[in-house]
């Protein structure tokens, strides 16, 4: 039957009026799930996840001017001068990045009093250590 074709990537890739539906429902936080069953039922044909995904990363390269997500990080960093990054490479590989707003450093050179930190461990997609540190200065400012 003609239906069988249905679900060959050919047959079911999304068209232009479904990709800005995608974009606009995944800018809402609409989940994955719900974004595949409102293009199935609205367009009456299959929508796999793997589309939906696929056309999520080009846009999100898109939004990225083809760079890395790393160097796109640090070319806001850059960019912005109220924020410093020091950046560990080894062997060709990004190693950490710890970037820091410069009234705060300038703020814990002087009041080194109380640092909290707050560690993950390869919970994150690149399984790469994340920490998030907060200064408390003797005004009890952060």
């Not at 056309?55 to 796109?72: C, F, I, Q, T, Y």
């Not at 707003?101 to 814990?108: A, D, N, P, S, Y």
């Amino acid at each position: 039957s003609q239906s069988v074709f249905l679900f060959e990537p050919k047959y079911r890739g999304l068209t232009r009026v479904e990709k800005s539906t995608v974009v606009t429902l995944k800018t809402a936080k609409v989940p994955l799930r719900a974004v595949v069953k409102i293009l199935s039922d609205e367009r009456g044909k299959y929508v796999s996840q793997k589309d939906v995904l696929n056309h999520m990363s080009v846009e999100h390269k898109n939004r990225l001017d083809g760079m890395s997500e790393a160097a796109h990080l640090l070319s806001l960093i850059d960019s912005n001068t109220d924020w410093e990054a020091e950046v560990w490479v080894q062997a060709n590989s990004l190693e950490a990045v710890f970037f820091f707003e410069k009234q705060l450093m300038h703020r814990f050179r002087k009041f080194p009093e109380v640092v909290i930190m707050d560690a993950t461990y390869k919970t994150n997609r690149f399984d790469m250590p994340l920490v998030l540190m907060t200064g408390v200065d003797h005004l009890g400012k952060s």
